[in-house]
Every structure is written in structure tokens, then in C-alpha cells.
């Protein structure tokens, strides 16, 4: 059994004082992949940059304190890559992980902003996830693709769509390009397992949203179709604290 946990921790440093390094140690993961770690590796202590078991390999954005990618694996993958574009990798939105059965993507999608500022740039990155996705495919391999999409697919998958079909991570476009994803032969594995409402990843610290679970499922991890017989759970880990967003687990059998 393979576990990947994926999780955007909204800076390291900061979640490191709530209990990160044990609750790593103890969660039995074979890969844990983190989205806006805002940190490079430098700034790392020890702590951090040992977690007995496990390797940390980081991709930091060239803005200081901003976004970065990173993974604490067990497993030595057979590479580690970017995604081989400049505008994309400068802000430190990808890591690939090459496996002998799979290639795991960690991507940190980016936030379209208010009044869709950065619309463009984020379709962008999603038009370029997919190409590659589609040529991974095309090769033969199979792939999760696990991250903080920074969208809210169907309005099942946010608390109030009503109110927030303007808002940044739920605006018509960011929608289709799922739809377009999904269309494509990639599955959504959580909703294989669980079509029940009021499951949430994210929720605004404003308002007690997270208490009254007033939240938006926008982290994810999605398989080709060749590889769904692999996926044998994908869960919320939503009583995990210590981020805006709580981990989500992926438990594959290679």
C-alpha cells in the first residue's frame, strides 16, 4: 500500500510551531507533498530539514516568502523535476515525482484573484498541467496529480456557491477547464468514494468558518483512468489543524 498525503500548509515555518514534525512522523505517509511553503531551504532548521525517515527536496519561488512546493518522501523517486516552464516554475507551482509505477505531480495552482486579475495566468497554468498530464499519458504512464487546485469544481463543493459564483476559485472558467480535465480521462478520486455534501478542504479564517464547516473542497488528488484499479481510498484528513486548508490522503495498492 502506497500513502500520499498532499497538503498546503500555508508556510512551513509557521506550521512547524503547531506540531508538523510529529504529526509527519506519525501519519504513516510514503509521500507528503505541501503547497505554499513560502520558505527556501536555507531557512530551514534542522528540525525540518531531518525528519528521520523521510527526504525533503523543495521548490522554492524566487519571490521571498511566496508560494514553493515541496515533498518528504521515503521512497528515492527515479527523478524530480519542474515542469520546464519559466513563468511557471519562478513561482515554485510544480514538482514532479517520477516512481517506477507512476509519475506524482505536486502543483500549486494559482489563485485567479479578486475580479480575475490573474485569470489569465492561471488558465494558463492549468492549460499547461493538462498538456503535460496528457503526455504522460500518451507515454504510457500513469500519474497522480495531487495539490491545492485553488478551484471548487461543482456547487457541491463549496459551502455557499449561491454567493460565490464571482469569487476567485469558482469563477465559469476555472470550472470548465475542470470540466475540460475531467473530460479528458482524469478522475477526481475522492468523489469515487464520497458524494456526500459538507466535505471541505479549505475555509477563511474570517467568521469561524472552519467551526461552522462553512468551507470550499479545493486540494485534490487525480488519477488517470488506466489507474483507478490502483485507488483503493482518498479521504479529507479534516480534523488535521494547523493550515487554512487540511491535508487530503490518497492510499494506493502498487
Excluded at 149 to 172: K, T
Excluded at 185 to 200: C, I, K, M, S, V
Aim: charged share 25%; net charge neutral; hydrophobic share 40%.
Amino acid at each position: 500500500m502506497q500513502k500520499i498525503i498532499s497538503w498546503n500548509v500555508n508556510g512551513l515555518r509557521a506550521i512547524q510551531k503547531k506540531g508538523f514534525t510529529s504529526w509527519l512522523q506519525g501519519s504513516g505517509a510514503d509521500c507528503v507533498c505541501l503547497q505554499e511553503v513560502k520558505a527556501e531551504l536555507e531557512q530551514l532548521d534542522a528540525e525540518l530539514r531531518q525528519i528521520s525517515g523521510y527526504r525533503l527536496v523543495l521548490f522554492p519561488a524566487a519571490k521571498k516568502g511566496y508560494s514553493g512546493v515541496a515533498a518528504y518522501f521515503r521512497q528515492e523517486p527515479l527523478s524530480i523535476e519542474k515542469l520546464a516552464c519559466e513563468e511557471f516554475d519562478q513561482e515554485g507551482r510544480v514538482m514532479i515525482l517520477e516512481y517506477p509505477h507512476f509519475h506524482l505531480l505536486n502543483c500549486y495552482f494559482p489563485n485567479s484573484q479578486a475580479a480575475g486579475a490573474r485569470l489569465y495566468y492561471k488558465l494558463a497554468f492549468c492549460q499547461a498541467i493538462l498538456e503535460k498530464c496528457r503526455e504522460l499519458v500518451s507515454r504510457g504512464k500513469n500519474l497522480v496529480l495531487c495539490g491545492d487546485y485553488n478551484i471548487a469544481h461543482q456547487e457541491i463543493d463549496l459551502a455557499r456557491p449561491r454567493e460565490n459564483v464571482g469569487s476567485p476559485g469558482f469563477l465559469p472558467e476555472e470550472r470548465a477547464w475542470m470540466d475540460q480535465f475531467i473530460g479528458a480521462g482524469f478522475l477526481d478520486t475522492f468523489r469515487l468514494f464520497n458524494a456526500e455534501p459538507g466535505q471541505y478542504t479549505w475555509w477563511s479564517y474570517r467568521a469561524r468558518a472552519r467551526e461552522n464547516n462553512v468551507g470550499w473542497r479545493i486540494d485534490y488528488h487525480c488519477v488517470n483512468e488506466a489507474f483507478r484499479e490502483r485507488v483503493m481510498k482518498a479521504e479529507i484528513l479534516a480534523n488535521i489543524l494547523g493550515s487554512d486548508h487540511c491535508p487530503v490522503q490518497l492510499n494506493l495498492q502498487l
